[in-house]
């Protein structure tokens, strides 16, 4: 029987440099979609999926990511005087207990596969973990990752996410090569980062959320360097397909949007707000009233 998955790397040492100014001082983790940040998105997620224990692998001027998710007793007493019980119990989503949070230090960009190898002695030797890019958020009724942990118990090995995209979009993406028998998780029979559209062989895409056992790692000590020169972690993943377990992927039920881009944050923003009852109709009139000038 497959071991729970119970351990979570989330790479963010990166600079967010498509967000400047606003992340000159401020990690984008840190960004707020609605009213939570983008970081909260992914811990619940990870939470609702059994993830007990939390890798962040981090950089300079990112302790704000770990404050964040510190009690605030000054604040939870204020809210308790004055009765607001609605704040108390939402701020209350973003404690986590003593020891739950690791964090790592990722001194140098050398990649994606190169960050999830700087979590490698917090991960034992025998257990697979989670990896969740915050960046990818992701609408949907049951939690992604809890899909693919139940998704994975039942097929062991690695499993990642992914999803059909335009094929001239290919060139963004690692790209899947499997047996598709029309089912919801494939076996995976090759993987290649970013081809050419040209050279892709599907347009299903791997997004950010993967199970990966421990053997991966091993393969990350080897430092091996892939597409533009870094360390990917597509490629370490890749290595794992013709094992007894192998690779497969999971078309996962929900909608995906790319926070770590503009458009992409301003539509998970749209969509997000037009969920919740409280913003919904506001939100829906507003959209509603804008004229052919303010939408091109």
């Known amino acids: 029987m497959t071991k729970k998955v119970t351990k979570a790397v989330l790479p963010i040492a990166g600079l967010g440099t498509r967000f400047l100014p606003a992340t000159k001082s401020m990690p984008k983790e840190m960004m707020t979609l609605v ?4 970081i909260q998105y992914a811990m619940d997620e990870a939470r609702d999926a059994g993830i007990t224990d939390f890798i962040f692998v981090t950089a300079r001027g990112k302790s704000s990511l ?3 998710f510190d009690k605030s007793p000054e604040l939870e007493e204020s809210l308790k005087r004055k009765g607001k019980d609605d704040l108390l119990e939402e701020l209350s989503r973003t404690d986590m207990p003593s020891g739950a949070i690791s964090t790592i230090r990722q001194q140098k960009a050398l990649g994606l596969g190169h960050a999830v190898w700087c979590a490698r002695r917090l991960i034992d030797s025998d257990e697979s973990f989670a990896v969740i890019l915050p ?3 992701i609408k949907s009724d049951v939690p992604c990752l809890k899909q693919m942990v139940d998704a ?5 090995g690695c499993m990642v996410a992914a999803m059909e995209v335009e094929h001239e979009q290919t060139s963004k ?8 028998d029309g089912g919801r998780t494939l076996r995976v029979k090759g993987m290649v980062e970013k081809p050419d559209p040209s050279e892709a062989p599907s347009n299903l895409a791997v997004i950010g959320r993967y199970i990966l056992t421990p053997q991966v790692l091993s393969v990350l000590d080897n430092q091996d360097t ?3 020169g870094e360390i990917q972690l597509t490629d370490a993943i890749a290595k794992q397909i013709d094992s007894e377990k192998g690779v497969h992927g999971l078309k996962f039920d929900g909608q995906r949007f790319d926070c770590g881009s503009k458009a992409g944050f301003l539509q998970a923003t749209v969509a997000f707000g037009l969920s919740r009852p409280d913003l919904r109709d506001d939100l829906a009139s507003f959209i509603k009233s804008l004229g052919p000038n303010e939408l091109g």
Request: proline share 4%.
């Open 152 to 156: 994975q118990a039942e097929t062991g």
């Open 66 to 68: 770990v404050d964040y």
């Open 35 to 38: 009213d939570r940040p983008l």
């Open 135 to 137: 960046d990818d958020v």
């Open 226 to 228: 892939g597409k533009g």
């Open 173 to 180: 993406y690692g790209i899947l090569d499997v047996n598709d």
